[in-house]
């Protein structure tokens, strides 16, 4: 399975609300609480009702967090719903991309115990339908990264054993395995156009295909680790996500992004990549990390999150200013679950973080990929367990 480097968590505070809203119960210790523990001097309450999905929204614009939710003031309605894959495949589900609101794609694999196979579901719109794409042998144990072009032009990527697989599809159903010769496992894929297309993955590997199923190995000498997620806003500006964050012109060594703060970029593990432009720029990572490039000035967007532990694994957005960064967070009395925080114009607000299902250190999910379609604003996030979220 995909390995997301989670070293040196930052911390996300976390008290349950209930549907109605409750006032907070102040505390010193965890025995002053019925649930036992206690959090910022206030009791956290974990006994919820299956129908409290967190499925709140908090204005994070100011650094804080969700240990000040005091009532109904701060929730919203239920944003997100879970969908059936249409396999019975509980494995874990990597990324997900769409060519269009009416054509989406989910890869992953099988298990989460080896022998796995990789796993392509595609889905008409909406997550009604969400069908098996039939591979051919030897298209891997699992898929990490789909991109596209167009509806007719789509590639994913992975591994089979420690080797690396790319396939490709004309949209008709049919996947066919390109020849890539002998790579580690890739990880990410992407392209400026049909004739530009980049993979990433382990040992530094960089591989170029001008389209016709043909891949070239770039040579570079930098050492970062592996490539997990690649995007780019023209063939010239490519930035590659790995141990730190990198630009990359698309030929020489792909140069570290530096200046962002104290752990930044080339020290933690930076999961994810996206960008409305050239001049507008987001990474995810360990530590609660979300940075942000805002004309050629690299930053973090604040302290988004405080208290306990976080990563975020991939980010993607709609527009400029409506984005959803996916991943994992814990409290620290041990509650976990797979985590969404949400930007809109409003600011950045956690909009899911796990259900009373789910809630436990043990099996919590973890969200490993996102997509969100530019005409029409919907939402996907796919993970562990079989996992895949829409938001309409």
């Not at 997301?4 to 008290?15: C, H, R, T």
């Not at 609480?33 to 499925?55: E, I, K, P, R, Y």
């Amino acid at each position: 399975m995909r390995t997301f480097l989670a070293a040196g968590l930052a911390v996300l505070s976390l008290a349950r609300c209930g549907n109605s809203g409750i006032s907070p119960v102040p505390c010193q210790q965890a025995s002053d609480c019925a649930s036992g523990s206690c959090l910022n001097n206030q009791c956290v309450t974990t006994d919820f009702a299956a129908t409290d999905d967190m499925a709140v929204a908090e204005d994070l614009s100011g650094g804080s967090d969700l240990s000040d939710l005091a009532g109904p003031a701060d929730m919203v309605a239920p944003k997100w719903t879970v969908q059936t894959s249409g396999t019975t495949a509980t494995g874990q589900y990597n990324a997900v991309w769409g060519s269009g609101p009416n054509d989406v794609y989910v890869v992953g694999n099988s298990g989460t115990a080896p022998p796995t196979d990789s796993v392509l579901l595609r889905s008409n719109g909406s997550g009604s339908v969400w069908s098996p794409q039939a591979l051919p042998t030897g298209s891997g144990n699992v898929l990490y990264g789909i991109w596209g072009s167009s509806s007719s032009d789509v590639y994913a990527v992975g591994a089979l054993g420690s080797a690396g697989v790319i396939l490709h599809s004309t949209g008709s159903g049919t996947w066919t395995i390109q020849t890539v010769g002998t790579v580690p496992s890739l990880q990410g894929v992407w392209g400026s156009g049909p004739t530009d297309v980049y993979v990433v993955g382990q040992n530094n590997t960089i591989l170029h295909s001008a389209g016709d199923g043909q891949w070239t190995s770039l040579t570079t000498t930098v050492s970062a680790g592996g490539y997990y997620a690649i995007w780019g806003s023209g063939p010239n500006d490519i930035y590659l996500a790995g141990i730190g964050l990198y630009h990359f012109t698309g030929s020489g060594n792909p140069v570290a992004v530096n200046g962002q703060s104290s752990n930044s970029p080339p020290t933690m593990a930076v999961n994810g990549v996206w960008g409305s432009s050239a001049t507008n720029v987001y990474d995810v990572g360990t530590q609660g990390w979300i940075g942000q490039d805002s004309s050629g000035i690299w930053g973090s967007v604040g302290n988004v999150l405080s208290g306990g532990a976080s990563s975020f694994f991939a980010i993607a957005g709609c527009s400029t200013t409506d984005l959803f960064a996916v991943g994992f967070g814990s409290s620290m009395s041990n509650q976990a679950a797979d985590l969404i925080l949400h930007r809109a114009a409003s600011g950045w607000q956690i909009e899911w973080f796990g259900d009373s299902k789910t809630f436990n250190t043990q099996n919590a999910l973890q969200l490993f990929g996102v997509w969100c379609s530019t005409a029409t604003g919907e939402a996907y996030a796919v993970g562990s367990g079989g996992t895949i979220r829409y938001r309409p």
